[in-house]
């Protein structure tokens, strides 16, 4: 079964520091992309980022980077330099091309960014 | 683009009540998405179509959920009759095959 585990239910970051959500995930597909959306407390779920699983480099945006590490099927997102806007709940998410268009979403972790 | 729109954001009606939200995806985008959103279960998936084609409703509650897709431009999510329990934020979201998905604001739905 395709499942998304975030064993991190909150966390807690000082402003500027950095920080690291883990995201774990089982699929028997070769062929997958995985995401993190952001959902801050205006609820709007907003899309951080994205890696295709073929891919070996990274994916960076900005502050936002992965650590993507297909054998061991981890998906971290790092936030560096963290600011206040960026607490909000982080989801992990996945898709199987080959088997639909159906996003598998991890349970959330809460990150408060404290000034 | 408007990005996915949602009607109404918020909603509060009496236990026994049809309730009925609504969708609009984004332009050109083939898949949407249904979800609901609760303190206690998370996020979870109702229902998703493909090309105006329900393809899994496994995660609709029970039968006094109904969901349509008349055409690419819009969807329903129906709820009859509504029950306290149903109180929660319903999300529409749409995609292009294999992408990520774009999410509406959601509507807060409160049933007294």
């Known amino acids: 079964a395709q499942t998304v585990t975030q064993s991190q239910p909150e966390m807690s970051v000082q402003e500027a520091e950095t920080v690291t959500l883990s995201c774990t995930y089982d699929t028997s597909e070769n062929n997958y992309y995985l995401f993190w959306y952001k959902q801050p407390p205006s609820r709007q779920m907003i899309l951080v980022i994205r890696q295709e699983a073929y891919k070996q480099q990274n994916a960076t945006e900005n502050r936002f980077s992965v650590n993507f590490q297909k054998a061991a099927k981890s998906f971290s997102l790092k936030i560096s330099d963290s600011q206040l806007g960026d607490t909000a709940m982080y989801f992990c998410a996945f898709i199987e091309p080959n088997t639909g268009n159906q996003f598998y979403f991890g349970t959330g972790t809460s990150l408060t960014v404290i000034p | 683009d408007a990005g996915v729109i949602q009607s109404p954001r918020h909603e509060v009606t009496e236990m026994g009540q049809e309730v009925t939200l609504r969708c609009k995806p984004i332009?050109?985008?083939?898949?949407l998405f249904w979800y609901r959103q609760t303190m206690m279960r998370g996020l979870e998936l109702l229902i998703y179509f493909n090309n105006n084609v329900p393809i899994d409703d496994s995660g609709m509650p029970e039968d006094r959920f109904s969901a349509k897709m008349p055409n690419a431009s819009f969807s329903t999510l129906k709820i009859q009759p509504s029950e306290p329990r149903d109180s929660a934020v319903y999300f529409c979201?749409?995609?292009?095959?294999?992408?990520?998905?774009?999410f509406g604001p959601g509507t807060r739905l409160t049933v007294t």
């Open positions: 979201a749409s995609s292009i095959t294999r992408g990520e998905q774009y």
């Open positions: 332009s050109g985008h083939n898949s």
